[in-house]
């Protein structure tokens, strides 16, 4: 199995670096594969955007 791709934060038209260090998995619901990995952002990057 390959490494998912794993997209960094995205905000305000801009890739921005997080406060956290987890990610969230995204997964295929059709063969519950995970073929992504996105960042679990922090009530600071809520803010941001």
């Not at 998995?25 to 063969?31: E, F, G, L, Q």
Request: charged residues 20%; negative net charge.
């Amino acid at each position: 199995m390959s490494v998912p791709v794993q997209h960094p934060m995205y905000i305000d038209g801009q890739f921005v670096t997080w406060r956290g260090d987890a990610w969230i998995d995204v997964v295929n619901p059709a063969t519950e594969a995970v073929i992504s990995r996105i960042p679990d952002g922090q009530a600071e990057d809520a803010r941001k955007a």
